[in-house]
T-cell receptor, first 114, second 116 residues
């Protein structure tokens, strides 16, 4: 069985604040892949990052950073110095080895207030 | 093409009519996926194609839903006798390869379907 939990349904922050979006997953596989996608108001899902289960190195890309911890089955996403353009729904997703598709969490709606 | 292309962007249809939604995946991508996102809901997997074959149709909600893919490229999702609960955004996605891989799946902008 697989499950992705994004407990935060909605978050509001003031511009320039840092914000962390939580993602907790469940899987019985030892090999799997984790993803984050951004869905702005236009509706398109924009790929942000892919991480495989063997690579626990944290990653930073500009104002974005990801913290992958297998011990707690978490793959959290932090936006530093948030901007209004960061306002969107963010989805965490899991793909098990041999699975044909991504299994998504329910998403976190982030609103950045100017 | 540069990205996954879907048409129409928006479709309003009367209950009971059939609709066709089209997806043109990224060039060279052999795997194609359809997802559905209902208002306030998460993303629901519908069907997966590898080439022209659909080895996984497990997500199709009823026999009113069908999909095909031709030439290993364009796919059409057909909904027959539409119902109001079919109103949703239908997202198409593609990846370089499919089954058993961690290849990144890239999404289109979706087709917004409203059944009135």
């Amino acid at each position: 069985a697989q499950k992705v939990t994004q407990a935060q349904t909605e978050i509001s922050v003031v511009e320039k604040e840092d914000v962390t979006l939580d993602c907790v997953y469940e899987t019985r596989d030892t090999t799997y892949y984790l993803f984050w996608y951004k869905q702005p108001p236009s509706g398109e899902l924009v790929f942000l990052i892919r991480r495989n289960s063997f690579d626990e190195q944290n990653e930073i890309s500009g104002r974005y950073s990801w913290n992958f911890q297998k011990s707690t089955s978490s793959f959290n996403f932090t936006i530093t110095a948030s901007q209004v353009v960061d306002s969107a729904v963010y989805f965490c997703a899991l793909r098990q080895t041999g699975a044909n598709n991504l299994f998504f969490g329910t998403g976190t709606r982030l609103t950045v207030i100017p | 093409g540069a990205g996954v292309s879907q048409s129409p962007s928006n479709k309003v249809t009367e209950k009971g009519k059939d609709v066709e939604l089209r997806c043109d995946p990224i060039s060279g991508h052999t795997a194609l996926y359809w997802y559905r996102q209902s208002l306030g809901q998460g993303l629901e997997f519908l069907i997966y194609f590898q080439g022209n074959s659909a080895p996984d149709k497990s997500g199709l909600p009823s026999d009113r839903f069908s999909a095909e893919r031709t030439g290993g490229s364009v796919s059409t999702l057909t909904i027959q006798r539409t119902q109001q609960e079919d109103s949703a955004v239908y997202l198409c996605a593609s990846s370089f390869n499919g089954h058993g891989t961690g290849n990144t799946i890239y999404f289109g902008e979706g087709s917004w379907l409203t059944v009135v």
